[in-house]
T-cell receptor, first 112, second 112 residues
Framework: GQQVMQIPQYQHVQEGEDFTTYCNSSTTLSNIQWYKQRPGGHPVFLIQ?????EVKKQKRLTFQFGEAKKNSSLHITATQTTDVGTYFC????????????FGTGTRLKVLA | NAGVTQTPKFQVLKTGQSMTLQCAQD?????MSWYRQDPGMGLRLIHYSVGAGITDQGEVPNGYNVSRSTTEDFPLRLLSAAPSQTSVYFC???????????FGQGTRLTVV
């Protein structure tokens, strides 16, 4: 079945450093979504990428979708303590109408 | 606008007990789903529904039942709780043509 792997599983950075998490799939993805979950909270939608090679930015966050649509990345420039949380990628299972499969997540800790 | 509401927020069960986790949304979303979240495992899809009267299995359906009699409600039933079902459970909803999934606040379940 479809699997979406994320690396790294954990990342500790000093405030002001950059951070990147990667999402890799064994199959071609129709789209990729990114969610953020604050500690003790619930996942909140950040963005969706659909096109091959697509790049989108939200302030200090840059999202990329690979040319082959099998991988994606989220890059945060100059991390802040408010960036703390777990970042998940998610994608629609090609065989299911609403079968969103989530990656394993990357937990980010920002040290002040 | 309440969004997605899950009850209860916390629950402790004894092995073998049954219970129902409630999920309700007031956004008239056709798509609803249940996920469980375990450390290092990300969010795993248990069951999902694309409309009233229609449900299907996700990645980890064993030990769980669902039904969808109305658009608003999507309860998750544990018929005979096991310690392996200790987890945080999230319900999510999405409009068919919408982009993002909206998550409830989660139910933290402990089975002893």
């Amino acid at each position: 079945g479809q699997q979406v792997m994320q690396i790294p599983q954990y990342q500790h950075v000093q405030e002001g450093e950059d951070f990147t998490t990667y999402c890799n799939s064994s199959t071609t993805l129709s789209n990729i979504q990114w969610y953020k979950q604050r500690p003790g909270g619930h996942p909140v939608f950040l963005i969706q990428l659909v096109k091959s090679g697509e790049v989108k930015k939200q302030k200090r966050l840059t999202f990329q979708f690979g040319e082959a649509k099998k991988n994606s990345s989220l890059h945060i420039t100059a991390t802040q303590t408010t960036d703390v949380g777990t970042y998940f990628c998610a994608s629609l299972n090609p065989s299911g109408t609403y079968k969103y499969i989530f990656g394993t997540g990357t937990r980010l800790k920002v040290l002040a | 606008n309440a969004g997605v509401t899950q009850t209860p927020k916390f629950q402790v069960l004894k092995t073998g007990q049954s219970m129902t986790l409630q999920c309700a949304q007031d956004m008239n979303h056709e798509y609803m789903s249940w996920y469980r979240q375990d450390p290092g495992m990300g969010l795993r899809l248990i069951h999902y529904s694309v409309g009233a009267g229609i449900t299907d299995q996700g990645e980890v359906p064993n030990g769980y039942n669902v039904s969808r009699s109305t658009t608003e409600d999507f309860p998750l039933r544990l018929l005979s709780a096991a310690p392996s079902q200790t987890s945080v459970y999230f319900c999510a909803s999405k409009a068919p043509l919408g982009t993002e999934a909206f998550f409830g606040q989660g139910t933290r379940l402990t089975v002893v």
